[in-house]
């Protein structure tokens, strides 16, 4: 019942962590949000339930695994590298900036062979289903946004650990140079 006081943007915001999750570790969740938006949209306590369960145990299970960040545990930032510099660009709340960043790894992902073009579909269709974002207000321009992304605490030198999609509900970490992400 606490969920249905919130402002509706909060709950756009979260829905970008639930599609994350599912992105990270189960593709039959994803399937799931695809089948129940309008039951995450009209704020269905049995849906809401059941994704909020899922994405605490998807990231309990995640963090307990790896509770130093050494390995899996940056599995977690799947696409918050780019969203968090879309956010400090452009000032637009962390959800939203997530799904764009969520998007932008799909993107990478494609281009690196791991992500078919049906599942980059699926990925955007349920994110602006969902009213997420899927793309930035291109005035802010990519040199603030690449910026930011310099400034990353995953960056290693001219690399970042970047988390790439597998498919829908797999994730894998790539190092990548700053430069190749810019490219894509």
Do not use: C
Request: hydrophobic residues 40%; glycine residues 6%.
């Amino acid at each position: 019942s606490m969920l249905k006081t919130l402002p509706k943007d909060e709950f756009i915001n979260g829905f970008a962590e639930i599609v994350k999750h599912s992105l990270i570790a189960d593709s039959e969740m994803f399937s799931y949000i695809e089948e129940n938006v309008n039951g995450m949209k009209s704020v269905n306590t049995d849906v809401l339930e059941y994704l909020v369960s899922k994405s605490v145990k998807i990231k309990a299970d995640i963090v307990m695994a790896d509770e130093r960040e050494k390995n899996i545990r940056r599995k977690l930032n799947l696409g918050h590298t780019f969203g968090h510099a879309v956010e400090k660009a452009t000032g637009i709340s962390h959800g939203k900036a997530v799904s764009i960043g969520i998007t932008y790894a799909a993107s990478v992902s494609v281009e690196k062979g791991l992500l078919n073009e049906s599942e980059f579909q699926r990925i955007i269709n349920l994110l602006k289903n969902l009213d997420l974002p899927v793309s930035w207000n291109e005035d802010t321009g990519t040199d603030l946004i690449f910026d930011a992304i310099s400034k990353d605490k995953k960056k290693t030198g001219d690399h970042i650990d970047f988390v790439l999609m597998n498919g829908i509900g797999d994730v894998v970490i790539e190092k990548l140079s700053i430069k190749e992400l810019k490219k894509i």
